[in-house]
């Protein structure tokens, strides 16, 4: 088998990219090892930049996401007992869409099997050979079983933060910078009306929250817990109690209803860099990945694949490699300005074991910095509504 561009992974950076390139003349096949029915059924993120809306619609996968997404004018950030809202639209002219990533994934497979995509789900026993050289290979077995080499001209990896991708890479020639946060996020979807038209950042001293929605009867919930807290040990009720303590102001009660998936989820910081070995280019959270406090991991992946697909163009078409052998220090530019944003916001927002009172005090100031003078919103607003692509 032969292709021009093979792509591990088929989350939004691959199949995004995938499709890029085919409107560009470039051939890709694309593999995963989970089911089409499995990537279509796992729930992660759920705000779209201005700018991957953008990109979304460009590329003929927006009308879903048009009818059926929410546009968020802003959003609210509580503390001290009150809410303070953020006016994006005001602030930046720039809306974000609550639409959940795996909407976007169906999206994404529907257009590519359309115009005619190689997709292949279920395959397994991936790996990446000859990536320094100028004819790498991708290995893999088929869902039927069939063993499989795919010579491409490049290979992306776009197979997420535990893929075979980045480890592919020798050591030596790559730097990675991690942190760890000492919490996670308890995340839950329940039954329920929306308890607020925009989305709710709270900073409380039991802890953050976020109060999220996914539909007119789904909300999507999180509150920071122990990183070793197990998600089957709580009751509903006290999901609820908890939930209710850290959003409260002026007697305000989130609506309740049956609680239906629930999970811990861990707050990382991490960057490879360079995102090129050779012929291997890495995008998306295989090559970093955000915690979500600022909302940021599929719309860097899309910004990544943008910049990547364009210098493949560049190559493909004019033999120009000017934009390829940038493309890391393209995409890492904006990358760390993410990673600082969600740094930033994650510091900001969470409650800190072994955190001073002092401590406590600079971070309430430094929340009426950002939300109650017009620079700091500013500043806030731009971030979180998202900067350019490219
Ligand atoms: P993905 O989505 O992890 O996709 C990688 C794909 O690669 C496959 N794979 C392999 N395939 C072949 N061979 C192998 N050896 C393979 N190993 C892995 C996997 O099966 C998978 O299908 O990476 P990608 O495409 O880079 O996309 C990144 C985003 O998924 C991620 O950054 C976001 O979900 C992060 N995130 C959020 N991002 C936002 O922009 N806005 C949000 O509001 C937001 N909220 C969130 C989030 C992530 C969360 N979790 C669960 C970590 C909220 C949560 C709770
Ligand atoms: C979500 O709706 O899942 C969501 C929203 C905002 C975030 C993270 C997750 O910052």
Redesign the pocket.
């Known amino acids: 088998m032969r292709t021009q561009v093979g792509i591990?992974?088929?989350?939004?950076?691959?199949?995004?990219l995938s499709h890029l390139l085919h409107l560009s003349g470039i051939d890709s096949v694309v593999?995963?090892?989970?089911s089409r029915e499995?990537?279509e059924a796992?729930?992660?993120?759920?705000?779209?930049?201005q700018g991957?809306v953008k990109l979304l619609t460009e590329i003929g996968a927006g009308a879903r996401l048009h009818r059926e997404g929410f546009v968020h004018r802003g959003f609210e950030i509580r503390f001290g007992g009150a809410g303070h809202r953020i006016d994006l639209h005001g602030l930046t002219g720039h809306s974000i869409v609550v639409y959940p990533?795996h909407e976007v994934?169906k999206d994404l497979i529907q257009v590519r099997l359309e115009t005619g995509g190689d997709v292949r789900f279920g395959?397994?026993d991936?790996?990446v050979h000859d990536i320094a050289g100028p004819r790498p290979r991708i290995a893999?077995t088929e869902a039927d079983g069939v063993a499989r080499v795919l010579d491409c001209d490049w290979i992306a990896g776009?197979?997420?933060?535990?893929?075979?991708?980045r480890p592919a890479i020798p050591e030596a020639e790559r730097t990675e910078f991690h942190r760890i946060y000492p919490f996670c996020?308890f995340?839950i979807l329940c039954e329920a009306p929306p308890s607020s038209d925009e989305l709710i950042y709270a900073a409380h001293e039991r802890g953050f929250a976020l109060i999220?929605t996914r539909s007119p009867t789904v909300q999507r919930m999180?509150f920071q817990c122990a990183p070793d807290e197990r998600a089957a040990d709580w009751s509903e009720d006290r999901i609820w109690a908890e939930l209710q303590a850290r959003v409260a102001v002026d007697g305000m009660r989130l609506h309740e209803g049956r609680i239906f998936q629930r999970?811990v989820?861990?707050m990382r910081s991490f960057v490879c860099e360079p995102l090129r070995h050779g012929r291997l280019l890495l995008?998306?959270?295989?090559?970093h990945?955000?915690p979500?406090t600022?909302?940021?991991?599929?719309?860097?992946?899309?910004a990544?694949v943008f910049v990547l697909a364009r210098a493949l163009a560049a190559q493909y078409a004019a033999g120009d490699s000017t934009l390829i052998d940038n493309y890391s220090a393209t995409a890492l530019r904006r990358v760390w300005r993410a990673q600082h944003f969600s740094w930033w916001m994650t510091s900001m927002l969470h409650r800190f074991d072994g955190a001073t009172a002092f401590d406590r005090r600079r971070q309430l100031a430094e929340l009426d910095l950002m939300t109650g003078t017009p620079d700091g919103a500013k500043l806030l607003a731009e971030n979180y509504a998202g900067l350019p692509f490219g």
């Open positions: 591990v992974g088929a989350g939004p950076a691959g199949l995004l593999i995963d090892l989970r499995t990537i796992t729930i992660r993120a759920g705000v779209l930049e991957t990533q994934l395959v397994r991936v790996a893999f776009c197979d997420g933060f535990h893929g075979i991708c996020w995340g999220s999180y999970g989820i861990a995008a998306g959270d295989a090559a990945v955000v979500p600022g909302a940021k991991g599929l719309n860097l992946a899309a990544d």
